[in-house]
């Protein structure tokens, strides 16, 4: 009776701790955009890192962790390449599909040329270490320390691009930036408890019901994590900001992969056995290839969503499966 208890416990805390991500997350990315905007990033760093980086909080947070408790590296690593699948295959599927079913004919979105290369330069970092650690073996702290090193050193690449404001603007606004700033940090601070209790409550629930932490690290937890993609990507295409979403989700994917998995690296004391992730690590690098490939031919409409939703379910269905068996 105690466990059946504390499981229903832990499953509103679960819940919980979810709806306070979400919004914590969206008080986050909101005031952040703003204090970029008044500060003068540019749109590549609001887009590709700085809205990328405010969505990909939970992931990071729930990874950090995770990997604490060298027993829970498998919630952070699942988190990590499932968070991916959810970003491409299930969130992008969405907004493609949404897009398209409000226009007759495909989408072809406007993306100016160097923001197209940061994306194809994401696709393809996001596909490429999955498979390298995979060939290695397993991940270490020194391997964690290159993926850091890889996100800082392409971060300062990109920061260079500034847009320069009209002053009369940027002095107006300016009076509220402390406030954006404050909000910022208070939105970050509600995504760091929610998470703490995501961790705790998805790996009770894993230990209760006997799924393995992979599996519930790759879809119940990488799916919480990734509302705040889901929000942002949906709003931003249902305001026909198509690229924005795009920026949004395949730079989460790229923090994911070098920061977030080079996070949990460097803060596991232990190797990790990457033979385990197989199964994840193919489903993230073909659903990386499928997207590459559409966005190479300018496809983004209803069709193209339904094949990303497919390769979604088809995940699901197949980590289920594996769980069964």
């Not at 999955?130 to 290695?136: G, T, W």
Request: aromatic content about 10%; overall charge positive.
């Amino acid at each position: 009776m105690r466990t059946v208890y504390e499981w229903l416990i832990n499953l509103l805390i679960l819940l919980a701790s979810l709806a306070v991500l979400s919004k914590s997350s969206e008080l986050t990315i909101t005031n952040s955009v703003r204090v970029a905007d008044i500060t003068g990033l540019g749109k590549t760093i609001v887009g590709f890192i700085l809205v990328a980086f405010s969505t990909s909080l939970p992931e990071l947070l729930v990874s950090i962790f995770s990997a604490i408790h060298p027993e829970s590296i498998g919630v952070a690593i699942g988190n990590v390449l499932g968070s991916n699948i959810v970003d491409i295959c299930l969130i992008l599927g969405i907004c493609f599909s949404f897009f398209a079913s409000r226009r007759t004919q495909k989408i072809v979105p406007i993306v100016a040329k160097e923001e197209m290369g940061s994306l194809y330069f994401g696709l393809f970092i996001a596909s490429m270490v999955p498979l390298a650690l995979l060939y290695v073996g397993y991940g270490s702290q020194l391997i964690g320390a290159v993926l850091i090193t890889a996100f800082v050193a392409y971060l300062l690449q990109i920061s260079k691009t500034r847009n320069i404001r009209e002053e009369e603007c940027v002095s107006q606004e300016r009076l509220n930036l402390r406030k954006y700033v404050f909000m910022t940090f208070i939105g970050a601070a509600g995504v760091v408890v929610s998470s703490y209790f995501i961790v705790n409550s998805a790996s009770f629930i894993a230990e209760n019901i006997g799924v393995p932490r992979v599996v519930i690290g790759a879809t119940v937890v990488a799916f919480g994590t990734s509302i705040p993609e889901l929000a942002t990507s949906i709003e931003a295409t249902r305001k026909n900001h198509l690229n924005v979403a795009l920026g949004n989700i395949v730079g989460s994917c790229f923090i994911n992969i070098t920061l977030i998995l080079g996070v949990t690296l460097v803060a596991s004391p232990l190797n990790v056995n990457m033979t385990a992730f197989a199964n994840l690590a193919m489903f993230s690098l073909m659903s990386n290839l499928l997207l590459w490939y559409f966005l190479s031919n300018e496809k983004t409409g209803r069709k193209e969503g339904a094949v990303l939703l497919f390769m979604y379910f088809l995940f699901l269905a197949i980590s289920l499966g594996t769980y069964r068996a």
